[in-house]
């Protein structure tokens, strides 16, 4: 049985991991060496194609593509960690809590908890950059904030069938309270289930801080971001394609990554979970 | 000192199920229906019954892992029922639980070591390295078996497992709730004959809930036999066995595998 358990999604796992890694690699990278300075204008080799000193070519500014896409990496990973962090300090123990409370105070929570689910994370980005002005921290907060409900959700109900469970009954009749519960039994089982949504949180902020740039709500000039390089993009759509598409195909990557792994390693640790009821 | 090591008194369950209509009422299952008994200090006391009867429903209210509709429960002599948890210190020192499936009731996320000291790190009790290689000596495991993980055992020796968790506290009281019947039929006597011999070699009382009548009457002095949430017969293995009252009772011996009983009907 755990034979083919660790078979199932492991192609999604591998192709998943090598693009996330790329993207990770590529941001750490930036801090050491980057082929040129992403953010010099020089307006002698504006709108180059592809070539062996600018292998993406350069914008309408003449800054290096590939230097951009690198730092931007930076902003990506920065804003995807801060905010995944974030959904699962905060939604992790509101779903366990939620899972072990009363009835009707789980209920409450969940019911509370939906409705945050319901509001759009763009929305509320984009309220908190009005209210508190556009920027890096203000996007991975908002992203964060309204991510937390989906963390919540999933962790409550892991943390139920983990409760319901034989050896949660044996813990307690060994003298376990409701704590130890928790951080013995409840955690460590629903560990796998918060990896799963992690990367797709991950996925769904690398978006979200893509659309929130290219709209002007996040990261603001001069610090490279791949929203910003879409948004600036847009004007030359036409006769230059290729600003669009490179961050383009940059952010599909990291949201297909992301996405992979998290199908993946859902498709591995969910057998598990099933045969343990 | 001479107040039984459980006494259940007129003890009733009843589960709500969720309304399947609006207006309609809950509709209630009724899984203990005013069940009685007593269970000596140092006695071997079986419950049999089918499933469904009611049967596990009794252990977790006696381990008071349940709280009863109605009814008394008693744990030498200090009542557990309704009592808050951190009241019930003396319970969970002396009463421990074997449950029915090894596979669901060892977290597969902790270490054999982890699972059997859980009694002795929840209750703070001392010496617990000492006492877990103590106890997986007694039913039968290698002191490196505290490194590995359940998956990694047989159905038996998890059980295994199982019951040095719950010797770990050094509790009088055992309650095993057929503790082989998820088990490979080859490895079933083993089990029972382990259990046997930790329960003689501690004079541990012992409850005992099996659906095999047989298996009752091997190890236990006293049986009761439960249907449908209530107790239809109670009375010594023996008498039970060779002179059964109820007619569910003798159902369940006429269907008891036993040889003797079968050669016995052969012309
Ligand atoms: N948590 C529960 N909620 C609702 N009904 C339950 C629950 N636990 C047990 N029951 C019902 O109570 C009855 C007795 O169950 P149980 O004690 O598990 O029987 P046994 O152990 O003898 O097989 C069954 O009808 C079962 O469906
Ligand atoms: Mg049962």
Redesign the interface.
């Known amino acids: 049985m ?1 034979g083919r358990g660790s078979r199932r999604g492991g192609a999604a796992v591998l192709v998943g991991g090598a693009l996330v890694a790329l993207v990770v690699l590529m941001a750490l990278l930036s801090f050491l060496w980057t082929p040129h300075d992403p953010t010099l204008v020089d307006a002698r080799v504006r709108l180059q194609g592809p070539s062996p000193a600018y292998w993406l070519g350069t914008d309408r500014f003449g800054r290096d593509l590939v230097s951009q896409l690198m730092v931007g990496a930076r902003t990506t990973v920065y804003v995807g960690l801060v905010a995944v962090g974030i959904a699962a300090l905060v939604g992790v123990p509101l779903g366990v809590l939620a899972a072990m409370a009363p009835r009707w105070l789980g209920e409450l929570l969940m019911r509370a908890n939906d409705l945050l689910l319901a509001f759009p994370a763009l929305l509320l980005a984009v309220m908190l950059a009005a209210v508190l002005g556009a920027g890096t921290g203000v996007a991975m907060v908002a992203i964060g904030v309204s991510t937390v409900p989906s963390f919540a959700r999933v962790v409550r109900a892991g943390s139920l069938q983990v409760l319901r ?3 949660v ?9 409701p704590w ?1 519960v928790a951080v ?2 409840v955690l ?2 629903v ?1 796998g289930l918060v990896i799963v949504q992690a990367s797709v949180a991950f996925a769904i902020a690398v978006l979200a801080e893509a659309a929130l740039s290219f709209l002007g709500f996040g990261t603001p000039p001069p610090t490279p971001s791949w929203g910003r390089m879409l948004q600036e993009s847009q004007s030359l759509l036409f006769t230059d394609p290729r600003l669009a598409v490179v961050p383009g195909v940059a952010v599909a990557a990291a949201v297909l990554g992301f996405n992979l792994l998290g199908d993946g390693l859902r498709d591995r640790l969910d057998p ?1 979970l099933e ?3 | 000192m001479n107040e039984p090591a459980i006494s259940v008194q007129d003890v009733v369950r009843e589960y709500r199920r969720p309304r399947t209509s609006l207006t309609g009422p809950t509709p209630v299952v009724r899984a203990l229906r005013g069940v009685s008994l007593e269970v000596g200090r140092g006695e071997r006391f079986g419950l049999v019954g089918e499933s469904g009867s009611g049967k596990s429903t009794l252990l ?1 209210i006696v ?1 008071a ?1 349940d709280t009863p509709t109605s009814g008394r429960v008693q744990v030498l002599g200090r009542d557990v029922s309704g009592v808050p ?1 951190r009241r019930l ?1 003396f319970l ?2 002396s ?3 074997v ?3 090894p ?8 270490r054999v070591g982890d699972v059997v000291a ?2 002795l790190v ?2 703070k009790l001392p010496g617990r390295r000492e006492r877990v290689r103590e106890v997986l000596a007694e039913v039968g495991l290698p002191a490196e078996a505290a490194e590995r993980y359940p ?1 990694q055992f047989s159905g038996g020796q998890r059980q295994r497992i ?1 019951i040095a ?1 719950a010797l770990a ?1 050094r509790p009088q009281i055992l309650v095993a709730d057929e503790p082989v019947s998820a088990l490979d039929v080859s490895v079933r006597a083993q089990v029972l004959n382990l259990l046997t011999d930790l329960v003689q070699r501690h004079g541990l009382t012992l409850l005992l809930v099996s659906h095999d009548l047989a298996v009752v009457r091997h190890m236990c002095q006293q049986v009761a036999v439960m249907q449908d949430g209530q107790l239809v017969e109670t009375g010594p293995a023996e008498q039970l066995w060779e002179r059964p009252q109820h007619p569910y009772t003798r159902r369940l011996v006429e269907s008891a595998p036993d040889l003797r009983r079968a050669l016995d009907r052969l012309p």
């Open positions: 755990s469970s034989d050896f009954l044996a813990a307690r009749a060994a003298g376990r309270r130890g013995r039994h460590p089982n560990a598990r045969a343990r009821r | 977790r381990a892992l948890e210190g969970r020192r009463l421990q639980l449950l029915q499936d596979r669901s009731s060892l977290d597969p996320r902790m859980e009694p929840a209750q998956h199982s968790r506290p």
